[in-house]
C-alpha cells in the first residue's frame, strides 16, 4: 500500500513539473538537438501565382541547407527539391527507423533494464542509469520526443538482443522498403562513414512511419512524463521540434544533429485539407528555413487546388 502511495505521488508531482514546464524553463536532461535559433517567419496566407519563380519566391540568395525536399502527399508532387538524392549523415532522423524495427519486433509492455553501454550514451540523453527497468513504450517515446540516446541504446539492445544484430534488422527493412541510398551502423544516428541517407529515402521512410498509430501519436507530443518501474524517478520529455504547437497542423516528426550532419528536420503538415511533407539536412537555421518552406507548399498547394476547379 506504502508503495501504491508513493508512485501516486511521483506521478502526481511529475504532472506538476509537465504542466508548470515552459520553453525557456530548465529541463531535466541534456538535449543537444534544441538550439537558440528563433523562428521569425510569419504564416502568409496568400496564394502564389506560379511554381517557376520558387527560389526567387522564398526569397534566398543561397539555398540554406544542404538538401531539401517538400512534397505534397495527396498527390505525390515535388513542390520544391535541392540535392534531395544526394548521400549525408542523417544524425537522429535515424530514429525514425529504429522505432519502426521496435513496434516491429517487440512489445510495448516488455520490461527493459538500462545497460552499462546504454547508460554511457553521450550527446542527447536522458542520464539514465544502469540497472533502470522501464517499459519498452516508455524508452520510445524518449527516443522519438526528446531524441534521448541512452533510451534508444537500451531499447534497440533490448530488441535485437545487442545493438549490431539490431542495425542488421534495421538495414533489412531499408532494403525491403527500396530505400537504395540509405545504410545504417548504428541505431541512434550517431556520424559513421557508412551510415547515411537522402532526403529522397528520409520522405518514404517518414511517409511509411506516419501510417503507424503508435509513430504518429508518440512524434505528435510535445510532453510526455516516463518513469522507471524499479525507481520513484520522474523524467519529463520536452520535445526537440519547436514547430510543434507554433505552425497549425504540425504532427512531427523528428529532428536530429551531429556536427557532421548539421541541424536536420522532417515535419509533416496537414492544414485545410493539404498534407505536406518536409525534410532538411544540415541547415544552419533550420526552422526558419522550415517555416519559409511550410508556407510556400501550402500557398502553393492552395494555387495549384483553385487552378483545377
Avoid at 505521488?9 to 536532461?29: I, K, N, P, T, V
Avoid at 542495425?167 to 531499408?174: G, H, I, T
Avoid at 557508412?194 to 528520409?202: F, I, Q, W
Avoid at 514547430?243 to 528536420?265: H, Y
Wanted: proline content about 4%; hydrophobic content about 40%; glycine content about 6%.
Amino acid at each position: 500500500m506504502k508503495r501504491i502511495w508513493q508512485t501516486w505521488l511521483m506521478r502526481g508531482f511529475a504532472a506538476l513539473l509537465l504542466a508548470s514546464a515552459s520553453w525557456s524553463g530548465q529541463a531535466l536532461a541534456l538535449d543537444s538537438d534544441v538550439d537558440d535559433e528563433v523562428i521569425t517567419v510569419p504564416y502568409d496566407p496568400r496564394p502564389l501565382p506560379t511554381t517557376k519563380q520558387a527560389h526567387h519566391s522564398l526569397r534566398w540568395r543561397r539555398v540554406p541547407a544542404h538538401s531539401i525536399l517538400l512534397k505534397e502527399l495527396k498527390t505525390g508532387t515535388t513542390l520544391y527539391q535541392f540535392e534531395s538524392e544526394k548521400r549525408l549523415s542523417p544524425a537522429s532522423l535515424t530514429k525514425i527507423m529504429s522505432a519502426l524495427v521496435i513496434l516491429e519486433y517487440g512489445h510495448l509492455d516488455d520490461e527493459v533494464t538500462v545497460s552499462p553501454k546504454a547508460a554511457r550514451a553521450h550527446k542527447t540523453h536522458l542520464r539514465l542509469r544502469t540497472g533502470q527497468i522501464f517499459r519498452l513504450e516508455d524508452l520510445l517515446k524518449a527516443m522519438l520526443i526528446m531524441s534521448a540516446n541512452d533510451a534508444c541504446l537500451a531499447a534497440s539492445e533490448h530488441v535485437g538482443g545487442d545493438e549490431p544484430r539490431f542495425v542488421e534488422l534495421m538495414n533489412a527493412k531499408a532494403v525491403a522498403l527500396g530505400l537504395q541510398n540509405t545504410h545504417f551502423s548504428n541505431a541512434c544516428g550517431f556520424d559513421a562513414p557508412e551510415h547515411y541517407s537522402t532526403a529522397e529515402d528520409l520522405a518514404k521512410l517518414s511517409e511509411i512511419a506516419m501510417h503507424h498509430p503508435v509513430f504518429k501519436e508518440l512524434v505528435s507530443e510535445e510532453r510526455e512524463i516516463i518513469m522507471p518501474i524499479n525507481e520513484h524517478r520522474a523524467y519529463v520529455l520536452r520535445t526537440t521540434n519547436r514547430l510543434l504547437g507554433r505552425i497549425p497542423g504540425v504532427q512531427g516528426v523528428k529532428t536530429g544533429f551531429t556536427s557532421k550532419a548539421g541541424r536536420c528536420l522532417i515535419a509533416k503538415v496537414s492544414q485545410d485539407g493539404r498534407d505536406l511533407l518536409l525534410v532538411i539536412l544540415n541547415s544552419k537555421r533550420r526552422w526558419n528555413t522550415a517555416t519559409s518552406l511550410i508556407n510556400y507548399g501550402l500557398r502553393l498547394s492552395a494555387s495549384r487546388a483553385a487552378l483545377t476547379r
